[in-house]
């Protein structure tokens, strides 16, 4: 592309060539743009440093060098072209944006925010290209800090200034709003709140939420931070500067702006708890008290000797691993992995209890002897009550193989409260599904309900939630961590009803809702799944099911479904058909069997308006794998390919699953190549029935089970007989 007089000027102003820093320049600018599409960096740059011994302060040449120094990663010298730049343009947002990127580059994301709202002050116009992805980067980056609203904020508003443009930032803005790994609190909408009627400020206030919408966040809260020094205590101002506050990554200003709203008297008590809990939840104090993880490390005698004997002992478990390729740095990788058992696996789980599950206590790695090496056992565990027991247990394991030396090390550390709410069974592999469900439900319970309330807490002053029942002063801290505790039970499909334990403390309960006056699009997320559903009309109905259903609110979605379905007109309102609330109920089931039934129900109801199955038979596909009832996913699946394979769609999604799960044969050719796919609409399968380990806030996703049910299996391949 040539430049002319009529092209934008390179500086990124918005201007023309013809009226910018660069109109005396058009051919040589010209040429370095032509050297830039030859990629031709380097000669690109030269031309670029012979301009600017003449002209050295203008921002088209500054800004292209800068470019190039970035592309290719030579930050010193970007930074430095980056300052004259700034001191040459200092209110150009392309200038700023590129700025903020660098300092992205260089790690320092806080600051990048502040550079973008700097270039969103500054800008009165359309919004460069450098500024909208400046905006992505930044929200990227606060992603991989940790940054949920931070993240959002940016994110979202990119995604606006964009209009949905932008199919990967679309989508990415979409899965935070319901990826269901996200705690459910963090999906909420971070919209401001409008103005109290009737008020003598609402011009300052209409002030502050103009700049918000334009980005100017830094802004926004500056006027409501003054509007609160003017008017105290009012609730959409602090609300606001919480969630200003979120979207400018500054974390324990956010924490401290909710805790703020968690205090006000005036306010609802579910919205004050529901503040609280959202600091608690991203206050890293809330769990301070760690453990430390251990690797204590024994030199063997004879590897092969021990491996044997370890091999058919019943307190240790073999895991199964995937050794990295080749050698690692750290040399070969172990030959075993076990997990160390707290009692005997029994011999067949069809009698287990809860006091006969042996529990996974720690894990051991066996390495062989290696040319500068004695053969050597490492033994990873959590310092916790237990890990004297723990240790001694392996140890004696280890008899006449046990060398001299013996060794510890610290390797990380573990959430005290994690660690003492989780559980990581070995059940042994004949263990009815309807025992192991009976007991992890027994167990879930005894966790919660029993556990919980006596584990000291952070939040409560280390003290526990028995020691602090009746005490009004901790009334909304400890309803907030029960609402945290409630909200993970629920992200692991955990049915329990959390009122008990609310009553058990003596706290109110989070009873059904009173629809009188209350505004459904005001709820927030949380408390959409205690609606009265069954007195909503139907609008309402599906209103919240549709808000349910984009935030992956699994609860109220799952009441809502239930609702429509049991409604004799459902299937006239046209808006959702009866086989997708099927499958949305089979998709938030917590049970696998309770998921099979809905996904039936789905297939017939689609058969029965004459439309395709097939999505709800790639969902039971998926689930039938995960269930290892192979005859049942081969039937499915030749169904799939004798019927549906030439619907759009289902040949890739069917090509997705068998390769999600391992299942393609090498070089399989009837498949199409699954690029450019529509999500994938499988059921997340039983996750429920097999998660042995509770989330914490603390965490972002529960420890992957490598016990109960080990990935390696007898997997059934397309095929095979
Ligand atoms: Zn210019």
Redesign the pocket.
């Known amino acids: 592309m040539a430049l002319d007089a009529y092209s934008l ?1 390179p ?1 990124g ?1 918005g ?1 023309k060539v013809k009226f ?3 109109r005396n320049l058009i051919q040589e600018l010209d040429k370095v743009q032509r050297a830039l599409e030859g990629k031709q960096r380097v000669a690109a740059l030269g031309q670029l440093n012979q301009l600017l011994k003449k002209n050295p302060q203008l ?2 040449l500054l800004h292209l060098k800068a470019v190039i120094q970035i592309s290719r990663d030579e930050l010193d010298d970007a930074r430095e072209t980056i300052d004259c730049l700034l001191k040459a343009a200092p209110k150009n947002p392309a200038s700023l944006a590129l700025g903020a990127e660098l300092t992205l580059l260089e790690d320092k994301v806080t600051e990048a925010v502040s550079q973008v709202q700097l270039a969103l002050e500054h800008l009165e116009e359309d919004m460069p290209v450098e500024l909208f992805g400046a905006l992505v980067s930044t929200g990227r980056a606060l992603l991989q800090t940790g940054d949920l609203l931070g993240a959002r904020g940016h994110l979202m508003f990119a995604n606006a200034a964009s209009q949905g443009a932008n199919e990967e930032l679309a989508s990415l803005v979409a899965g935070l709003h319901r990826d269901p790994k996200i705690p459910l609190l963090l999906r909420d909408g971070l919209d401001p709140l409008p103005c109290p009627e009737d008020v003598a400020w609402e011009g300052e206030f209409a002030a502050a939420i103009r700049c918000w919408s334009r980005g100017r966040w830094r802004l926004a809260v500056e006027q409501l931070s003054s509007l609160d020094d003017k008017v105290p205590q009012q609730r959409e101002v602090l609300k606001n500067l919480a969630i200003a506050r979120g979207y400018l990554g500054d974390l324990p200003a956010t924490i401290a702006a909710w805790r703020r709203v968690a205090d006000l008297e005036s306010l609802e008590l579910d919205e004050r708890l529901e503040a609280e809990a959202l600091a608690q939840l991203l206050d890293v104090e809330t769990n301070r008290e760690q453990l430390d993880e251990i690797r204590l490390i024994w030199d063997i005698t004879d590897a092969s000797q021990l491996s044997e004997r370890l091999l058919s002992d019943d307190q240790l478990t073999r895991i199964p691993f995937d050794p990295p390729d080749g050698e690692t740095e750290d040399g070969p990788p172990p030959r075993h992995v076990f997990g160390l058992l707290d009692r005997s696996l029994p011999k067949s789980g069809v009698d287990l209890t809860r006091e006969t599950v042996p529990n996974m206590v720690g894990v051991a790695y066996l390495f062989g002897k290696e040319t500068d090496r004695e053969a050597r056992i490492e033994f990873v565990t959590v310092k916790d009550d237990g890990f004297a027991a723990a240790s001694d247990l392996l140890e004696s394991k280890l008899g006449e193989e046990k060398g001299s030396d013996r060794s510890q090390e610290t390797v990380g550390s573990v959430s005290a409260i994690r660690q003492a709410l989780s559980w990581n069974w070995r059940m042994p592999d004949d263990t009815p599904r309807d025992v192991q469900q009976t007991l992890m439900a027994e167990q879930r319970r005894e966790m919660m309900f029993q556990k919980w309330p006596t584990t000291p807490l952070s939040i409560l002053d280390d003290k526990t939630p028995r020691d602090v029942t009746g005490d009004a002063s901790y009334q909304v801290r400890l309803l907030a961590a029960v609402l945290l505790l409630e909200l993970a039970a629920e992200q692991n499909h955990w049915e329990l009803d959390f009122n008990e334990l609310r009553r058990d403390l003596d706290l109110p309960e989070a009873g059904v809702l009173d629809l009188e006056g209350l505004k459904l699009e005001e709820l927030s997320i949380v408390r959409i799944c205690r609606l009265p559903f069954a007195d909503l009309s139907e609008e309402q109905l599906l209103a919240s099911l549709q808000l349910a259903a984009t935030r992956q609110a699994s609860r109220a979605a799952r009441h809502a479904g239930l609702e429509l379905i049991r409604r004799d007109n459902f299937e006239n309102t046209g808006e959702l058909d009866k086989a997708q609330v099927y499958g949305m109920l089979a998709n938030f089931s917590g049970n696998s069997d309770q998921a099979v039934e809905y996904l039936h129900l789905a297939r017939d109801a689609a058969v029965a308006a004459e439309d395709s199955p097939a999505t709800w038979l790639l969902n039971e596909l998926s689930l039938r794998i995960v269930r290892r009832e192979s005859e049942l996913a081969q039937q499915i699946f030749e169904q799939i390919r004798a019927r549906h394979l030439e619907e759009p769609g289902v040949s890739e999604n069917l090509y997705r699953i068998l390769e999600s799960y391992g299942m393609l044969p090498q070089g399989n050719p009837g498949m199409p190549n699954p690029a450019g796919l529509a999500t994938p609409v499988t059921a997340p399968p039983a996750q429920a029935e097999t998660s042995q380990t509770l989330w914490t806030p603390d965490a972002d996703s529960a420890t992957p089970d490598s016990s109960q049910k080990p990935k390696e299996s007898k997997l059934w391949v397309p095929g095979m007989d």
Do not use: I, N
């Open positions: 000027c500086c102003s201007k910018c820093c660069s921002p088209c």
